[in-house]
């Protein structure tokens, strides 16, 4: 079996996740935060190691400004929901996630402004169209670090440098980079940022974290479960409600420790170089159309492509009934994007190699490929 759908999760974890795992449940077992016994104290101990990796990863100087969640839809919706209230304006892309969505439109049915601006014809947003969408009572510019569909790196760099600059919250979802791609919460200066822990973060599913900014004090989604009744909680446990995961946060640290020791820019150099491969090797297939930037330095590590005379879960089918090869297809939860892209309803063929990923698994999906376009 080869397993090419890292954007959707990551497979395998590490060997030290598993474990991590397992002895959180087999032989710590108490609940991190809620007694003074010592296996209460060492399971907070757990989740203030996988904190700590976390603040280092993305270089956030205090740890306290991460909080977990269950994913990264969680943590948007603590984030867009914390900035915006009723005639505020909001900025967007075309390119957003399901997550930034669907909240963005419950929070338009709140009385939030939403604006959409357009992606080139890469799939990049462009400061000079946000600056042009800016309003007196623009709050918040959210967007991704990368589309799950076009795969391309946004500048968000200097578009929260501008954000900083006028007073707007900058919101970043990082689900598709968190670990597999440079972020540096202090040199870039976000506001809020959003990631899940079973992608490149390589831990278990039901994980994720926000990262807010010291001066931002966001309101709890949920509330209830920490402290007592008139305690006016600080971060993060103002945004960490009732029991936490803790095997899953446990093996979200042990994920992030793995991806510390091995290195970002090195994963992300051996999957720029697995990318390389695909976008050439596509290329080559008569009738395969890429979505995106054909330049992998501008990438992550996924593209989405179409086929002529296949659709995607025909063609999505085929590589998993007759070659064993797992791949994800349709609208990737993204069906804006997929407007912007021609793709829509269809959707397309998504390849996300992962750290695990070989060279050899990459040969094999596009003689799949050549195969499947004969």
Same mark, same amino acid.
């Given at each position: 079996?080869?397993?090419?759908?890292?954007?959707?999760?990551?497979h395998?974890?590490?060997?030290?996740?598993?474990?991590?795992?397992?002895?959180?449940?087999?032989?710590?077992?108490?609940?991190?935060?809620?007694?003074s016994?010592?296996?209460?104290m060492?399971?907070?101990?757990?989740?203030?190691?996988?904190?700590e990796?976390?603040?280092?990863?993305?270089?956030?100087p205090?740890?306290?400004?991460?909080?977990?969640?269950?994913?990264?839809?969680? *943590?948007?919706?603590?984030?867009?929901?914390?900035?915006?209230?009723?005639?505020?304006?909001?900025?967007s892309?075309v390119?957003?996630?399901?997550?930034?969505?669907k909240?963005? *439109?419950?929070?338009?049915?709140?009385?939030v402004?939403? &604006?959409?601006?357009?992606l080139?014809?890469?799939g990049?947003?462009?400061?000079?169209?946000?600056?042009a969408?800016?309003?007196?009572?623009?709050?918040?510019?959210?967007?991704?670090?990368?589309?799950?569909v076009?795969?391309? @790196?946004?500048?968000v760099?200097?578009?929260?440098?501008?954000?900083?600059?006028?007073?707007?919250?900058?919101? #970043?979802?990082a689900?598709? &980079?968190?670990?597999?791609?440079?972020?540096?919460?202090?040199?870039?200066? @976000?506001?809020?940022?959003?990631?899940?822990?079973?992608?490149?973060?390589?831990?278990?599913?039901?994980?994720?974290?926000?990262?807010?900014?010291?001066?931002?004090?966001?309101?709890?989604?949920?509330?209830?479960? &920490?402290?007592?009744?008139? &305690?006016? #909680?600080?971060?993060?446990?103002?945004?960490?409600?009732?029991?936490?995961n803790?095997?899953?946060i446990?093996?979200l640290?042990?994920?992030?420790?793995?991806?510390?020791k091995?290195?970002?820019?090195?994963?992300? *150099?051996?999957?720029?170089?697995?990318?390389a491969?695909?976008?050439?090797g596509?290329?080559?297939?008569?009738?395969?159309?890429?979505?995106?930037?054909q330049?992998?330095?501008?990438?992550v590590? @996924?593209?989405?492509?179409?086929m002529?005379?296949?659709?995607?879960?025909?063609?999505?089918?085929?590589?998993?009934?007759?070659?064993?090869?797992?791949?994800?297809?349709?609208?990737?939860?993204?069906?804006?994007?997929?407007?912007? *892209?021609?793709?829509?309803?269809?959707?397309?063929?998504?390849?996300?190699?992962?750290?695990f990923t070989?060279?050899?698994?990459?040969?094999?999906? @596009?003689k799949?490929?050549r195969?499947?376009?004969?």
């Open positions: 079996m080869i397993y090419l759908d890292n954007a959707a999760t990551s395998p974890k590490p060997q030290a996740v598993y474990k991590k795992v397992d002895l959180v449940l087999r032989k710590i077992g108490g609940n991190p935060g809620r007694a016994h010592r296996m209460a060492e399971a907070g101990r757990v989740v203030f190691n996988a904190r990796a976390v603040a280092r990863l993305i270089n956030s205090d740890s306290s400004r991460v909080a977990f969640t269950k994913n990264a839809t969680e *943590a948007i919706n603590i984030g867009l929901k914390g900035v915006l209230r009723p005639k505020d304006h909001v900025i892309t390119a957003e996630h399901n997550s930034v969505v909240t963005l *439109a419950a929070l338009k049915d709140a009385g402004e939403v &604006t959409k601006i357009a080139d014809d890469q990049f947003a462009r400061l000079k169209d946000i600056k969408a800016v309003k007196k009572n623009t709050r918040a510019v959210a967007m991704t670090h990368a589309s799950n076009y795969g391309g @790196l946004q500048p760099e200097e578009m929260s440098r501008f954000c900083r600059s006028r007073g707007i919250t900058f919101i #970043l979802d689900a598709q &980079t968190a670990g597999a791609s440079p972020i540096d919460v202090k040199k870039w200066g @976000l506001d809020v940022l959003a990631a899940t822990g079973h992608k490149s973060c390589l831990g278990p599913q039901g994980t994720g974290f926000i990262y807010v900014r010291p001066g931002i004090e966001l309101p709890p989604l949920l509330n209830g479960g &920490t402290g007592d009744f008139d &305690t006016i #909680l600080e971060m993060p446990e103002r945004l960490e409600a009732g029991t936490l803790a095997p899953g446990a093996g640290g042990a994920g992030v420790e793995f991806v510390l091995e290195g970002v820019a090195k994963i992300r *150099a051996h999957e720029l170089g697995l990318v491969a695909l976008l050439k596509l290329a080559g297939i008569k009738g395969v159309k890429i979505i995106g930037t330049d992998p330095l501008k990438r590590s @996924l593209v989405a492509f179409t002529e005379g296949i659709t995607p879960a025909e063609a999505g089918t085929r590589l998993d009934e007759r070659y064993s090869i797992m791949v994800r297809t349709g609208v990737l939860c993204a069906p804006e994007a997929h407007r912007r *892209a021609g793709t829509h309803p269809l959707g397309a063929i998504r390849v996300s190699p992962g750290y070989t060279h050899k698994h990459i040969e094999r999906f @596009l799949a490929m195969e499947i376009a004969r």
